[in-house]
Antibody, heavy 117, light 110 residues
């Protein structure tokens, strides 16, 4: 079974940092592009970032460029999202998602991030 | 990158069919056959129901179908069932090598 399990979310003050992790299992992690997608409370889905299977190519939404950094460790089957200079508007559930035929499947259960003073 | 445009809500009675539209631009839907659709029940993670405009993943009911014309994609659910009540999102690859989601559509089964 393909499984994605996020961790690392929590409460952080504006301007602070957080690192999210996503442990992947049930598939050959190093063969797939991976994404982060977020969803603010009561709002819709927003694509955040993606990374190529070998980590050599990354892309970001304009709203997070320069503040959030996606990375991966294929030896550990783990995806990361380093979040710096966090803003109140970054408050959301962050989902780790596998790229499958340039679609998002499957999704992790999500990890909540709250940015508040 | 602006979000794709979806109706905020649609509704239908059991057994009926409904269609949800998703309007983009020549920079996303109009340029790529890389539109996908997701179903999200309250408190749950989204689930892929359509990829590459009109393909259903294994295990997804054939009551779900989709298409694209120009810069607008559409999702049709036929034979509505109570379990179809959920939020639905479209997404597309863009020429900025990013992805953009629609704002989401709440489906109510009356």
């Amino acid at each position: 079974e393909v499984l994605l399990v996020e961790s690392g979310g929590g409460l952080v003050q504006p301007g602070g940092s957080l690192r999210l992790s996503c442990a992947a299992s049930g598939f050959t992690f190093s063969d797939y592009w991976m994404h982060w997608v977020r969803q603010a409370p009561g709002k819709g889905l927003v694509w955040v970032s993606r990374i190529k299977y070998d980590g050599t190519i990354t892309a970001y939404a304009d709203s997070v460029k320069g503040r959030l950094t996606i990375s991966r460790d294929n030896a550990k089957n783990t995806l990361y999202l380093q979040m710096n200079s966090l803003r109140v508007e970054d408050t959301a559930v962050y989902y780790c998602v596998r790229d499958w035929k340039t679609a998002f499947d499957p999704w992790g259960q999500g990890t909540p991030v709250t940015v508040s003073s | 990158q602006s979000a794709l445009t979806q109706p905020a809500s649609v509704s239908g009675s059991p057994g009926q069919s409904i269609t949800i539209s998703c309007t983009g631009t020549s920079s996303d839907i109009g340029s790529y056959n890389l539109v996908s659709w997701y179903q999200q029940h309250p408190g749950k993670a989204p689930k892929l129901i359509i990829y590459e405009v009109s393909n259903r993943p294994s295990g997804v009911s054939n009551r779900f179908s989709a298409s694209k014309s120009g810069s607008t994609a559409s999702l049709t659910i036929s034979g509505l069932q109570a379990e179809d009540e959920a939020d639905y999102y479209c997404t597309s690859y863009t020429n900025s090598i990013t992805f953009v989601f629609g704002g989401g559509t709440r489906l109510t089964v009356l």
